[in-house]
């Protein structure tokens, strides 16, 4: 195929190391339930009770035993049941209880008829059809056993898992402590929002992306602000972010210009490796440790240093915080258009995903160029096209990866 490949890590390769290398370190503490909540689970959660705790009715109806239904005359009305107010009564013989949902069904209960499956005349009950054993019947422990585990380590608790937790009853949760990450911006041409631009300058907008997306994450971040193109000043950055934190992101001065100053002063501290990643866009990427923290150094590039933090270090700081982490699905939908793409890099073009009358298709945001941040924006996913895959007509099926998580 004749293209260069030489000396690229392809994004996969780079992944696995970074995790073989890396464990969890968060301590663990407990919380009660609603402080908890985008912490990580530092062990399983093993039910107390049985979900459902007592066999309860699906339905608003009547509690039936079926070999009285056999005579085939009405059943007595004996009395009610509702939800939190048992039937406490005899029942006899011949006889139903009204039985409202959620309410515990009676002892011998053999199933529960929807009122719509009824004719009440008085407290005279006709059954019009003939139930089966255990229907509308919700079984003690059917949707959770006590004991089985609910939620294993790992979980990070969301608004989906609050109201499972308290249904049990839980009241404190043994959860990671955040993973606390120190993050700055390299480069002399960087100015912070609210302050003037001189010509050359931009604004330094990696950080907020990044910030934005630690937070996100549930990690306490510790910003150091841009910090200048400067030995003495990287140095200090450097050295305060390794005594304060388990993790420091930066952004810039690892592209082949740049690379030989940052790497200098990260081979004295740490021991750093920079790689060329076989993945567009965001093909600088530098990883290793410093005496304490571990080290992701990001492209400058906006857009290549959002994708390379949502591909590379997303699942990294998950392990280091305990979590486990799964990527979004990726989908296959049409390209309505052609895609521009040369073979040798894994592209992870921004896309427009809708769905049009013959199922997913997908369009791109227009410029791929890694400094073109509009085009993430505009996006609602990925386009990934593999390393090997050149030019795409269009019509072609492409993999797609929609947005969630992060870059929600
Ligand atoms: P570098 O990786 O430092 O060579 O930067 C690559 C490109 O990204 C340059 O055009 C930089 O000006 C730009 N860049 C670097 N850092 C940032 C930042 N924090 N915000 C916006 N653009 C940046
Ligand atoms: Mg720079």
Not at 27 to 52: H, K, T, Y
Not at 53 to 80: E, H
Not at 268 to 287: M, N, R, S, V, Y
Not at 341 to 362: A, H, M, T
Request: with cysteine; hydrophobic share 40%; charged share 20%.
């Amino acid at each position: 195929m004749g293209f260069d490949t030489s000396g690229l890590l392809p994004l996969s390769d780079a992944l696995q190391g970074m995790l073989e290398q890396l464990a969890c370190c968060c301590d663990s503490e407990q919380l009660p339930l609603p402080e908890a909540l985008g912490r990580v689970l530092a062990s399983d959660i093993a039910s107390p009770l049985a979900v459902p705790p007592f066999d309860n009715s699906a339905m608003d109806g009547y509690a039936v035993r079926i070999a009285d239904l056999a005579a085939g005359t009405p059943l007595i009305m004996a009395g009610k049941a509702f939800a939190g107010q048992p039937y406490q009564g005899e029942w006899p013989a011949g006889h139903c209880v009204r039985i409202m949902t959620g309410a515990p069904v009676p002892a011998g209960t053999d199933a529960v008829v929807i009122q719509e499956e009824t004719q009440a005349d008085g407290d005279r009950i006709t059954f019009l059809a003939q139930p089966e054993p255990g229907q509308n019947i919700r079984r003690a422990g059917s949707d959770i056993g006590k004991g089985a585990c609910v939620l294993p380590a790992g979980t990070r608790l969301t608004p989906r898992e609050m109201p499972l937790l308290a249904s049990l009853g839980v009241a404190t949760v043994v959860v990671r402590r955040p993973l606390k990450v120190a993050i700055f911006s390299t480069g002399d041409e960087l100015k912070p929002v609210g302050t003037p631009l001189a010509h050359g300058d931009i604004y330094d907008s990696n950080r907020y992306g990044v910030r934005a997306m630690l937070a996100r994450m549930g990690c306490d971040c510790l910003d150091l602000g841009i910090i200048p193109d400067d030995p003495a000043q990287l140095r200090a950055a450097f050295i305060r972010a390794d005594e304060e934190a388990d993790v420091l992101i930066t952004t810039g001065g690892v592209s082949v210009g740049d690379a030989d100053f940052t790497k200098q002063l990260l081979d004295e501290l740490g021991e750093i490796g920079f790689w060329k990643l076989a993945i567009k866009p965001g093909k600088p990427f530098a990883f290793g440790r410093l005496p304490r923290a571990w080290f992701f150094g990001l492209p400058g590039n906006p857009v290549s240093a959002m994708v390379t933090f949502d591909q590379l270090v997303q699942p990294a700081l998950a392990k280091l915080a305990g979590q486990r982490f799964e990527r979004p699905l990726q989908l296959q939908a049409v390209t309505t258009e052609p895609l521009r793409k040369s073979p040798g890099r894994l592209d992870f073009q921004r896309g427009i995903l809708s769905q049009g009358p013959n199922g997913l298709e997908v369009r791109s945001t227009g410029s791929q160029d890694s400094a073109v941040f509009s085009s993430l924006s505009r996006a609602n996913c990925y386009i990934v096209l593999e390393r090997e895959r050149g030019r795409v007509a269009a019509g072609e099926t492409v993999t797609v990866e929609p947005f969630g998580g992060l870059l929600l």
